[in-house]
């Protein structure tokens, strides 16, 4: 059965709108965890706009499951990273004036300098995960860098205005994740998924872990975050 890896970047995002202590990202991750969560998973960025340094090192102290940090490939980022020890660290595309991410990482055209990142990444132990479009040229670059796993990029599949565009995108992931098990990578999936499209790409089988967030978070505003991480879970498991 496929994992789920809960992202609390909204968490944070809630509290740095009025600039005070609550709510705490560090007691979410926990609630996650006993509602049956795999992972917490969260993304420093460079300019703090949510998660804060102080975030990653008490998360680092009390996460039970595995710790999955998203960032940019950057000295700045790696040294964090090294310094804190996740057990997996995300290398994504970062954007100043983006609202969320946007695309996937282009490996291609950045094969040194991701390379560079992974190995002192894998230096420090550190597992490490790239996340791409379901292109079969990102794939292959995410294995000629040396990478551990893909993360595949669904929020195409998740943004698609009718059902062919949906099941375009739906083969393109399926044949992503053919390759990449070919090559022996790890394969992860997260963007823009929710509790009516999860079943479709779960369902597809292969996948190891969701990453999922902003669907969880809102739907805890509802019914609260143990219920909404519940549910989510028994999704994956039955889809």
């Not at 040294?79 to 990482?105: D, W």
């Not at 055209?109 to 995960?129: F, P, T």
Request: net charge negative.
């Amino acid at each position: 059965m496929a994992r789920l890896g809960v992202n609390i970047d909204h968490i944070a995002t809630l509290r740095q709108a009025r600039g005070g202590s609550e709510p705490d990202p560090v007691a979410a991750a926990a609630i996650a965890e006993l509602a049956g969560a795999d992972g917490i998973t969260i993304h420093l960025r460079e300019d703090r706009r949510h998660i804060q340094d102080r975030d990653l090192k008490l998360l680092r102290q009390t996460v039970q499951t595995r710790l999955n940090l998203e960032m940019a490939a950057t000295h700045e980022m790696v040294g964090i990273a090294l310094t804190v020890g996740p057990e997996m660290c995300t290398l994504v595309p970062e954007k100043r004036q983006e609202l969320t991410t946007e695309g996937g990482l282009d490996v291609r055209l950045n094969l040194e300098a991701i390379a560079d990142a992974v190995r002192k990444l894998q230096d420090g132990g550190i597992a490490v995960s790239l996340f791409i479009d379901p292109d079969p040229d990102q794939v292959k670059a995410a294995d000629k860098v040396g990478a551990d796993y893909i993360e595949i990029h669904t929020g195409s599949y998740a943004e698609a205005k009718d059902l062919k565009a949906e099941e375009e995108e739906v083969v393109k992931i399926g044949n992503a994740v053919k390759l990449a098990a070919k090559l022996g990578l790890g394969i992860n999936a997260g963007h823009g998924l929710n509790y009516w499209n999860i079943k479709r790409i779960a369902s597809l089988g292969g996948i190891e872990e969701f990453n999922i967030g902003h669907s969880i978070v809102s739907r805890a505003v509802l019914v609260g975050l143990d219920r909404a991480v519940r549910d989510m879970v028994e999704l994956i498991k039955y889809a």
